[in-house]
């Protein structure tokens, strides 16, 4: 079992940035791939970024060279970094992961607002 918590979630205007966090328990966090998935209204949920367990990293072509996903195995937390935002960035964005052989887990969301 895993737990999972985001936070950074807020409202900001185009060109900003936001750091969302999220925090993991109850298992080993180093053993699990961690992605950052979105949705937004009347939309289906999408994938943003992922990073492996040897920490390796990919994202959705809409993103690149503006969000950076890392994480801190000894903080148990997988950040995303998201530079010069933009209005489509609005989203609820979700903390994944992906443990082997107990399957998924998703946090609750965090809200990002970007508007001027």
């Known amino acids: 079992q895993m737990q999972l918590v985001e936070s950074g979630g807020g409202v900001v205007q185009p060109g900003g940035s936001l750091r969302l966090s999220c925090a993991a328990s109850g298992s080993i966090f180093s053993a699990a791939a961690m992605n950052w998935f979105r949705q937004a209204p009347g939309k289906q949920r999408e994938l943003v970024a992922q990073?492996?367990?040897?920490?390796?990293?990919n994202y959705r072509d809409s993103v690149k060279g503006r969000f950076t996903i890392s994480r801190d195995n000894a903080k148990n937390t997988v950040y995303l970094q998201m530079n010069s935002l933009k209005p489509e960035d609005t989203a609820v964005y979700y903390c994944?992961?992906?443990?082997?052989?107990?399957?998924?887990?998703w946090g609750q969301g965090t809200q990002v607002t970007v508007s001027s």
């Open positions: 994944h992961a992906f443990l082997i052989p107990s399957g998924n887990y």
């Open positions: 990073i492996t367990v040897g920490g390796s990293t």
